[in-house]
């Protein structure tokens, strides 16, 4: 009789034992998978502040003197500026080669250094640069209508080109057609400013067809001058050809000393896309060649340097 309550409290004994296990172990699996869900949610958490760090809002935004850009802004902080060319070194065989002034320039590779920046015919394109840090010594503002108010580095030109500006505006404004200014001067900084912003909004490959790198441009000439209707409207873009405006630009421009630089289907030549607002001075008796031999500077310079 003793063997067998002693049997049963051992059993007893048994069955209590393991319940407390089972427990034990239930609790710890709850602890753990608490603890891993905590882990997934921290995780997730960090996803999402990463995520949100490259959110539009956060994404800079980019000032642009592009053609037909609708977003445009301006030199020096006015609005509606005009298109400036940039040329690439890696776009420098795009229709040019080495002409013109490349004769009496430092040749580095196919980019030519132009030796004399001041001269009035220089020719500036995406194989011919101007020197690093080039800035006219005789910029003053034209007496010209412009689209902006604010008197600011785009409004210049070298003395001579400002003086021819005004009297074609004159001229213009006698047959009727007012004229008003877009861009003209424009630095070498900033210059980059803009072309870099132009690659990151439209790539490289197209930046490079109506903006040019810096030191490759010419309206760090203080000749070339992004001229519109008084009104703004179509300023320096692709809508301002066939106005009444970019018409009598083009029958009367080189009358007083100004070329359309970026002509129609010239583009394999010049570099860039036709820009009917894009005048260049190179005085009066080079523009008349110019604009007889339907001629882009490019085409003439070469016919110089080989005449």
């Known amino acids: 009789m003793g063997k067998v309550i002693w049997a049963a409290l051992i059993g007893v004994a048994l069955v209590i034992g393991g319940a407390y296990v089972v427990l034990t172990s239930q609790g710890s699996s709850a602890d753990d998978r608490l603890q891993s869900g905590d882990s997934v949610s921290d995780t997730t958490q960090d996803s999402s502040n990463s995520e949100s760090s490259n959110s539009p809002a956060d994404q800079q935004s980019q000032e642009t003197d592009k053609p037909g850009d609708s977003a445009a802004s301006s030199d020096g902080g006015s609005s509606s500026e005009g298109t400036e060319k940039t040329d690439s070194n ?50 003053v ?52 400013t803009l072309f870099d912003n132009y690659v990151k909004r439209d790539g490289e490959e197209a ?32 809508c301002f050809a066939g106005t009444d405006e970019a018409n009598w630009l083009a029958d009367h421009a080189q009358e007083y000393g100004f070329i359309i630089r970026y002509p129609e289907d010239k583009e394999s030549v010049t570099g860039y896309k036709y820009e009917a607002w894009h005048l260049r001075y190179v005085g009066v008796d080079l523009a008349e060649l110019i604009h007889a031999g339907g001629l882009t500077l490019e085409e003439y310079s070469a016919q110089h340097e080989t005449s």
């Not at 008197?151 to 030109?157: A, E, F, H, I, N």
């Not at 109506?210 to 009104?231: C, I, N």
């Open 90 to 139: 890696s776009d420098a065989s795009a229709g040019s080669t080495d002409n013109g002034q490349a004769a009496n320039g430092q040749s580095s590779g196919s980019i030519v250094t132009v030796s004399d920046p001041n001269d009035i015919g220089v020719l500036v394109n995406k194989t011919h640069r101007l020197p690093e840090g080039y800035a006219p010594d005789d910029l």
């Open 141 to 192: 503002y034209p007496d010209v209508a412009f689209i902006f108010d604010d008197k600011v580095d785009k409004r210049k030109m070298r003395r001579e080109a400002a003086d021819a500006l005004k009297e074609l505006f004159d001229a213009a404004d006698k047959d009727g057609i007012e004229l008003a200014g877009v861009s003209g001067y424009r630095s070498e900084s900033r210059q980059k």
């Open 207 to 238: 930046a490079v067809r109506y903006s040019a790198r810096p030191g490759f441009s010419e309206h760090q000439t203080g000749l070339a001058m992004d001229v519109s209707g008084k009104d703004g409207k179509c300023a320096a873009e692709d």
